[in-house]
T-cell receptor, first 118, second 113 residues
Framework: NAGVMQNPRHLVRRRGQEARLRCSPMKGHSHVYWYRQLPEEGLKFMVYLQKENIIDESGMPKERFSAEFPKEGPSILRIQQVVRGDSAAYFC????????????????FGAGSRLTVL | AQSVAQPEDQVNVAEGNPLTVKCTYSVSGNPYLFWYVQYPNRGLQFLLKYITGDNLVKGSYGFEAEFNKSQTSFHLKKPSALVSDSALYFCAVRDDSNYQLIWGAGTKLIIKP
């Protein structure tokens, strides 16, 4: 079981370029979460997706950021026209379900993608 | 509104001594509480969770946590600290009607030999 796979692990972009971060959830998981972590800080929720659906994107900046989780393939977090303030570690997590006792599932995290904007 | 507080940015403990990392929470419904650990340049790893039942929860690597409803706390503990326990620890909470985890800011645990 490969767990949650994120790539690339490290990504360097110049201001104005696009960054694409990929996440393959753990086998059997259909729920994906994206978080951002700035150095020495906690996790900030960005978006929660199920296959082909965005469930909650309340943590996503309104501009330049988008996320998808297609029927086939990994979830992708896309940042257009990156700025220096986008430099951070972006973590993906997956789980089985959501609400209720049976859905109080543990999140399994990937190792993260570290974006550096020059 | 749901919230989590980890009042200590950093906790320093000598190896072999007991350790406590504090967490308090606020939710409207029944709380589901979690502890995760993050080693440098790594993702978060699950340590333990409280959903229901016994207030004392045992988890990975010898860690345990006690759910205290009256004090709305879920402090992480270990009887004897190891240098390898040095890491960043995150507490998280959700209630039974919501899927979204609310995360604490993290506590850096430093175990000195």
């Amino acid at each position: 079981n490969a767990g949650v796979m994120q790539n690339p692990r490290h990504l360097v972009r110049r201001r104005g370029q696009e960054a694409r971060l990929r996440c393959s959830p753990m086998k059997g998981h259909s729920h994906v979460y994206w978080y951002r972590q700035l150095p020495e800080e906690g996790l900030k929720f960005m978006v929660y997706l199920q296959k082909e659906n965005i469930i909650d994107e309340s943590g996503m900046p309104k501009e330049r950021f988008s996320a998808e989780f297609p029927k086939e393939g990994p979830s992708i977090l896309r940042i257009q026209q990156v700025v220096r303030g986008d430099s951070a570690a972006y973590f993906c997590a997956s789980s089985h379900g959501n609400k209720g006792v049976s859905g109080a599932n543990v999140l399994t995290f990937g190792a993260g993608s570290r974006l550096t904007v020059l | 509104a749901q919230s989590v507080a980890q009042p200590e940015d950093q906790v320093n403990v000598a190896e072999g001594n007991p350790l406590t990392v504090k967490c308090t929470y606020s939710v409207s419904g029944n709380p589901y509480l979690f502890w995760y650990v993050q080693y440098p340049n790594r993702g978060l790893q699950f340590l333990l969770k409280y959903i229901t039942g016994d207030n004392l929860v045992k988890g990975s690597y010898g860690f345990e946590a006690e759910f205290n409803k009256s004090q709305t706390s879920f402090h992480l503990k270990k009887p004897s600290a190891l240098v390898s326990d040095s890491a960043l620890y995150f507490c998280a909470v959700r209630d039974d009607s919501n899927y979204q985890l609310i995360w604490g800011a993290g506590t850096k645990l430093i175990i000195k030999p």
